[in-house]
């Protein structure tokens, strides 16, 4: 049976944890920009998904859908695919293709169809029982789940339980296989934790036993960003005695109170500016994540975000800006972006051009 992975902007992460998962069941995933074979698997993401849907529904071959959109839209969704993956795939994906290839009618569990509805799963991924990643991608996925429910925010929604750590004798293993070391994770420092309250030594333990001459280890940097709450003189210390990056980043997410409480952030502004001294002290260059156009937000919220950028970019941070997305499964799945402000769009510009500042930018309105 020839399994293809549709290619898609922003899913390559997903296809190399499921081609690696597959390839522990013998089946090797390849790549098409179309559906092909006896079996075409897609990554539905709020980008992605409005375009793919037609091409799944008119496919000639078994589809199969999976991640966050999917997962949220489950039953908009098996109108077009034949299977939808709910959640995790590791585990999932293989029993259901095995499934597929036997015949079988049987509900597997963590799928969805048009015919049986959703068949809840019956599993969580232990991260160690699969692979990093497959051949040909380099980022060691160390912590998986959040317990900060933000509400802006797809990870604890598909990942419920709180947070799942690879052990630090797997990350090693990977990491044999790599020269530069990146990590896939929603809070670094919290490696080895319950993601609210950290354990320094376990990431101490974790880079330590990492470390080696013919390796760069990248951490706190994307695609492994920290929240500002753990940002410590003893987490910074770990940054700039094992790695390589001398950039740190973290979601602030807006400058005001107001906004992140209502967000569930677990953090005010203070801790977030807090966090830039440190890192500033430390030598490290803050990467800022700020959002804008919250549904809920008020034009003196969102000044209060201005003028939160413009005192970062003056004082030397690097600012990671775009607007509010209603992401589905979510809490404010159902908002809608409010306007930019004027003042907003005419600091962002001039921070762009100056090149302090990165992101969309494309606010609408």
Same mark, same amino acid.
Request: charged share 20%; proline share 7%.
């Given at each position: 049976?020839?399994?293809?992975?549709?290619?898609?902007?922003?899913?390559?992460?997903?296809?190399?944890?499921?081609?690696?998962?597959?390839?522990?069941?013998?089946?090797?995933?390849?790549? @098409?920009?179309?559906?092909?074979?006896?079996?075409?698997?897609?990554?539905?993401?709020?980008?992605?998904?409005?375009?793919?849907?037609?091409?799944?529904?008119?496919?000639?071959?078994?589809?199969?859908?999976?991640?966050?959109?999917?997962?949220?839209?489950?039953?908009?969704?098996?109108?077009?695919?034949?299977?939808?993956?709910?959640?995790?795939?590791?585990?999932?994906?293989?029993?259901?293709?095995?499934?597929?290839?036997?015949?079988?009618?049987?509900?597997?569990?963590?799928?969805?169809?048009?015919?049986?509805?959703?068949?809840?799963?019956?599993?969580?991924?232990?991260?160690?029982?699969?692979?990093?990643?497959?051949?040909?991608?380099?980022?060691?996925?160390?912590?998986?789940?959040?317990?900060?429910?933000?509400?802006?925010?797809?990870?604890?929604?598909?990942?419920?339980?709180?947070?799942?750590?690879?052990?630090?004798?797997?990350?090693?293993?990977?990491?044999?296989?790599?020269?530069?070391?990146?990590?896939?994770?929603?809070?670094?420092?919290?490696?080895?934790?319950?993601?609210? @309250?950290?354990?320094?030594?376990?990431?101490?333990?974790?880079?330590?036993?990492?470390?080696?001459?013919?390796?760069?280890?990248?951490?706190?940097?994307?695609?492994?960003?920290?929240?500002?709450?753990?940002?410590?003189?003893?987490?910074?210390?770990?940054?700039?005695?094992?790695?390589?990056?001398?950039?740190?980043?973290?979601? &602030?997410?807006?400058?005001?109170?107001?906004?992140?409480?209502?967000?569930?952030?677990?953090?005010?502004?203070?801790?977030?500016?807090?966090?830039?001294?440190?890192?500033?002290?430390?030598?490290?260059?803050?990467?800022?994540?700020?959002?804008?156009?919250?549904?809920?937000?008020?034009?003196?919220?969102?000044?209060?975000?201005?003028?939160?950028?413009?005192?970062?970019?003056?004082?030397?941070?690097?600012?990671?800006?775009?607007?509010?997305?209603?992401?589905?499964?979510?809490?404010?799945?159902?908002?809608?972006?409010?306007?930019?402000?004027?003042?907003?769009?005419?600091? &962002?510009?001039?921070?762009?051009?100056?090149?302090?500042?990165?992101?969309? &930018?494309?606010?609408?309105?």
């Amino acid at each position: 049976m020839r399994v293809n992975w549709r290619r898609t902007p922003g899913t390559n992460n997903t296809r190399a944890v499921l081609s690696a998962a597959l390839g522990q069941a013998g089946i090797e995933l390849e790549e @098409t920009t179309g559906p092909a074979g006896h079996v075409t698997c897609y990554s539905l993401n709020v980008a992605n998904m409005p375009g793919l849907l037609a091409e799944i529904d008119g496919a000639d071959c078994i589809t199969i859908a999976g991640g966050p959109s999917a997962t949220a839209c489950w039953p908009d969704v098996v109108r077009a695919a034949d299977y939808v993956v709910i959640g995790e795939g590791e585990r999932t994906l293989p029993r259901l293709l095995a499934a597929i290839e036997a015949g079988s009618t049987d509900p597997v569990p963590g799928t969805a169809t048009a015919t049986g509805g959703l068949v809840p799963p019956d599993n969580t991924v232990v991260l160690d029982a699969c692979p990093a990643f497959a051949r040909g991608r380099g980022y060691i996925e160390c912590s998986r789940g959040c317990p900060h429910a933000c509400a802006f925010c797809q990870t604890p929604r598909l990942f419920p339980g709180g947070m799942r750590h690879r052990s630090i004798d797997a990350c090693l293993e990977a990491s044999r296989r790599l020269g530069d070391l990146r990590f896939v994770t929603p809070n670094a420092f919290a490696y080895g934790s319950d993601g609210r @309250t950290p354990r320094f030594e376990k990431v101490r333990r974790l880079l330590s036993r990492l470390t080696r001459e013919d390796a760069r280890i990248w951490f706190g940097t994307f695609p492994s960003e920290v929240r500002p709450e753990f940002v410590t003189a003893e987490a910074l210390e770990l940054v700039t005695g094992f790695c390589a990056n001398r950039r740190l980043h973290f979601g &602030l997410q807006s400058g005001s109170d107001r906004v992140l409480a209502r967000l569930g952030r677990g953090h005010t502004v203070a801790d977030g500016l807090a966090a830039v001294d440190r890192t500033l002290d430390h030598g490290l260059i803050p990467v800022v994540d700020l959002i804008l156009g919250f549904p809920f937000e008020t034009d003196d919220e969102q000044a209060e975000t201005v003028s939160l950028a413009r005192e970062l970019a003056d004082r030397g941070c690097r600012l990671h800006v775009h607007g509010f997305t209603p992401l589905p499964g979510t809490p404010l799945a159902g908002g809608s972006a409010r306007p930019v402000i004027p003042a907003a769009r005419r600091l &962002l510009g001039r921070l762009a051009l100056t090149g302090k500042l990165t992101g969309s &930018l494309d606010f609408g309105g």
